[in-house]
């Protein structure tokens, strides 16, 4: 199960669930502007608020700035694809 860290309404934060979803992966919502404890893991990650979002697979978190779709591939052939 695939964690997704980020704000409701977040641009970078629905490409990376709608990336999610288009590949079949079953993932959670966290939407940090409700759940203290993600918001103290993406600013631990990040440092702050920006245009990124915090994906966590197996309890290990990983900060994708600037999302795009090669990055996710990426983060996605590393994490999750078998």
Same mark, same amino acid.
């Given at each position: 199960m695939v964690k997704v860290y980020g704000l409701t309404g977040c641009g970078p934060c629905e490409v990376a669930k709608l990336f999610l979803e288009q590949k079949g992966v079953e993932f959670e919502?966290?939407?940090?502007?409700e759940d203290a404890q993600g918001l103290r893991k993406v600013r631990e #990650?990040?440092?702050? #608020?920006?245009a990124g979002v915090v994906l966590e697979v197996d309890g290990k978190s990983e900060a994708i700035l600037g999302v795009s779709?090669? +990055? #996710?591939? +990426?983060?996605y052939r590393e994490h999750v694809e078998p």
């Open positions: 919502f966290v939407d940090i502007g #990650l990040v440092g702050g #608020l920006s779709i090669p +990055r #996710l591939e +990426r983060w």
